[in-house]
């Protein structure tokens, strides 16, 4: 007598693990090249981040889109007979925060992002067998840790760009080690064969 079972998810998105690890290697590679090419441009937007309204509202309202589009399409199981009363919760909530939680909105939203980004990048993971994803797992759970303190303790983003930019070789070591992680996630892709 055979004793198991096996484990299978829906997958939302249909993101591969090589697609993945294209577009966050060359994220990385680009924007810390830009950061260090272009450093004090760079620093001056983002100090002024943190406390922007316009950019916050743009960010909030892509993350509110895209958490009412999981709502909206994804087989929500035994609650799925109470969909509607999701999007009316989520477009009011949506609503209230634009209202009341303007200060920090930016950092809020972009650790909504980062959470919201970090599902299908675990998912195009799930269940591959090669060593090298892990290095986008790890980043991945480090913007998941990242994204709670942001969505929690907003100023903690402000105080790490003023460290960061308050000496000339932090921001350079920033700026290297960002760009060897995107070098790396790229060979780890070209690795794979692809």
């Known amino acids: 007598m055979r004793l198991g079972f096996s484990l299978r998810f829906p997958m939302i998105y249909s993101l591969t693990l090589e697609t993945a690890l294209l577009v966050v290697g060359s994220a990385l590679l680009i924007g810390h090249l830009v950061a260090l090419v272009f450093g004090t441009f760079v620093q001056k937007q983002l100090r002024a981040f943190p406390r922007s309204v316009p950019a916050g509202v743009v960010l909030f309202i892509a993350a ?9 399409f994804t087989d929500l199981g035994e609650f799925s007979s109470m969909r509607s009363k999701f999007l009316i919760f989520t477009l009011v909530g949506s609503l209230l925060m634009l209202r009341f939680v303007l200060e920090f909105l930016s950092v809020r939203a972009l650790g909504m992002l980062l959470l919201l980004v970090a599902e299908p990048l675990l998912e195009a993971s799930w269940m591959r067998q090669e ?15 990242a994204g709670l303190f942001f969505i929690g303790t907003p100023y903690v983003l402000r105080d790490a760009i003023e460290w960061v930019g308050a000496a000339a070789w932090r921001w350079r070591f920033v700026c290297v080690a960002g760009i060897a992680y995107g070098v790396l996630l790229l060979a780890t892709r070209s690795a794979m064969g692809v």
């Open 64 to 72: 509110a889109g895209w958490f009412a589009g999981l709502v909206a």
């Open 131 to 145: 060593t090298g994803r892990l290095w986008l797992v790890g980043l991945v759970y480090g913007w998941i840790v």
